[in-house]
């Protein structure tokens, strides 16, 4: 698919086809989201920097699995709230750029939010 | 912007006008998205499944900027990973479609991955 | 074991036995908890508040394992970061007594931190 | 206060006086906690392993108060589903001493569960 808005009619079709829009209230996808998030963060945990900077093709497609897990509930979540992705990213870049300027964040780490 | 591709050529710009890719490993950015991941279900945490499916403006924009902000990672990791989102969300719903087959899952919950 | 303190010392043991010393640091140890933590959320994210308060044999057995993952990772990290846990959860409780007096707080849900 | 048994009932007067029972079905929890999780992996996120193991004193109580965030839901949680958190440790500890055998576990990172 080539975009946010198929990959949404996609898996509004694939929950109602299974009926499933019954579990999927917005709180119950953040869960799911978060448990997809950590199981990203497991490919990690024991790897170095460097090692999670030149994975395997083993290592990477389990990676891809993940991301596109998170990326698949983030859809679902966004298309329940009515909400569009796009323009929900677009709006937080530039309250992030604001946050940020160029000269005080130069070469910095801030603790939170460093995007 | 317009595309996950346009975000991303937009993160790439904000991250290097900042010297921030030393702190972007994949590592680190899986991290980074968890996190986020958790700051959406503190949104969500206290809500029951209806307050979820009704939220109130300043509810739904504060969810609204963790979702950005979880998008915002993915697009990052992805791209240090070389990966392609969509052909990537594409490939898992082929393989969901072949795991959850329409009169076997139809209105049952699986633990893992209901998407 | 009947403490915390018995449980660290036997953790300790099981690590250095297996040279895993070497994996531990406090940042992968975060990630790894993260990761328990997440699994231990997909025991839930399908269920009702009211099923979860209701768990069969098995989904309880199923809890159990990832919050016992999640506590053997927490003394793990404290034991490396040298924190004696029921030290901070002591200090940890006042503070909270503190920031919601029972007045104020009687029925009412804080989006943060609510314990 | 001087062991989980005593945090338990310290936790369980807290919420009975300010009426929280109501929010605290095990489902919520486990939110709670992995927001208190993802919380502790953000102190870590920009840090490399060898910085994680030399924390500042100002980061050393950031992380010593999430740790105790952590500690406090999975006490209480384990207290609404009934279940001894020691109990379960040693269980888990004495199924993975069998899980990870020394000999093969040398040196080597198991993907998920190393402790």
């Known amino acids: 698919m080539r975009s946010l808005e198929e990959l949404k009619l996609s898996l509004r079709k694939f929950a109602e086809e299974r009926d499933w829009d ?13 448990g997809e998030a950590g ?3 497991e490919q990690f945990q024991w ?20 991301i596109a897990d998170v990326q698949l509930y983030l ?7 009515g909400l569009d992705i796009l323009a929900e990213c677009t709006r937080k870049i530039a ?14 780490s801030d603790k939170y939010t460093n995007i």
Do not use: C
């Open 95 to 108: 309250i992030n750029a604001d946050k940020y300027p160029i000269e005080k964040s130069k070469g910095k």
């Open 47 to 66: 790897l170095t920097e460097d090692q999670s900077k030149n994975l395997t093709d083993q290592q990477l497609l389990a990676v891809a699995d993940e």
């Open 39 to 41: 199981e990203l963060l």
């Open 22 to 34: 019954q579990f999927h209230s917005p709180k119950n996808l953040s869960m799911a989201l978060a």
């Open 75 to 81: 859809i679902r979540l966004s298309d329940k709230l």
